[in-house]
């Protein structure tokens, strides 16, 4: 699994735990000893809530709640590279550190195609061989390498609307 897959799959993940898992708990009766895993179908008690017919949430629904999420702001952190990729006017909404990794999320009202442009470029202006950008469904995909050292930027289009965070990116670089 490549390293933007394994963001993905993180950034898909984590965003369905915000959105579902908060209210979602587990049935007392499949927990413990694991008794209650032998019972027969009569012996199994009622669930706490009654089954819904909800709809998942829409593509469109989790796009506002990581617009929401992308308002929350932070510094940027003086263990950041710095030959990491910065766009303009942008602070990170959330910052993750494992090993020598940091990856942040930034989010700009600019159009994306914009924002891969510009991020490639600087990635190339501070040193990066930067590999051809790939593009997937909802943006760009832009990997570099330096010194042993890797980054992966993912710049995703959530809105047409012009909202105030229409574009994510998310930078994973190594320190």
Same mark, same amino acid.
């Given at each position: 699994?490549?390293?933007?897959?394994?963001?993905?799959?993180?950034?898909?993940?984590?965003? *369905?735990?915000?959105? +579902?898992? =908060?209210?979602?708990?587990?049935?007392?009766?499949?927990? %413990?000893?694991?008794?209650? &895993?032998? @019972?027969?179908?009569?012996?199994?008690?009622?669930?706490?809530?009654?089954?819904?017919?909800?709809?998942?949430?829409?593509?469109?629904?989790?796009?506002?709640?990581?617009?929401?999420?992308?308002?929350?702001?932070?510094?940027?952190?003086?263990?950041?590279?710095?030959?990491?990729?910065?766009?303009?006017?942008? *602070?990170?909404?959330? +910052?993750? =550190?494992?090993?020598?990794?940091?990856?942040?999320?930034? %989010?700009?009202?600019?159009? &994306?195609? @914009?924002?891969?442009?510009?991020?490639?470029?600087?990635?190339?202006?501070?040193?990066?061989?930067?590999?051809?950008?790939?593009?997937?469904?909802?943006?760009?995909?832009?990997?570099?390498?330096?010194?042993?050292?890797?980054?992966?930027?993912?710049?995703?289009?959530?809105?047409?609307?012009?909202?105030?965070?229409?574009?994510?990116?998310?930078?994973?670089?190594?320190?």
């Amino acid at each position: 699994m490549t390293m933007f897959s394994r963001m993905i799959v993180v950034f898909a993940g984590v965003s *369905l735990c915000v959105l +579902i898992g =908060v209210g979602c708990g587990g049935d007392e009766a499949t927990q %413990g000893d694991g008794a209650a &895993a032998n @019972q027969t179908e009569t012996e199994r008690p009622a669930y706490k809530a009654p089954p819904t017919n909800e709809m998942p949430p829409m593509a469109s629904d989790i796009a506002v709640t990581i617009q929401e999420e992308l308002k929350v702001k932070q510094e940027l952190p003086d263990y950041y590279p710095e030959d990491g990729p910065l766009y303009p006017d942008t *602070l990170p909404s959330n +910052i993750r =550190v494992k090993g020598s990794k940091v990856t942040m999320g930034f %989010g700009t009202a600019d159009p &994306a195609d @914009q924002v891969a442009d510009y991020l490639e470029s600087d990635l190339q202006s501070k040193g990066w061989t930067v590999l051809p950008v790939q593009e997937v469904p909802t943006g760009s995909v832009i990997q570099g390498s330096k010194d042993g050292r890797n980054v992966t930027v993912l710049v995703s289009h959530l809105s047409e609307s012009g909202d105030e965070y229409a574009t994510m990116i998310m930078v994973s670089v190594q320190r």
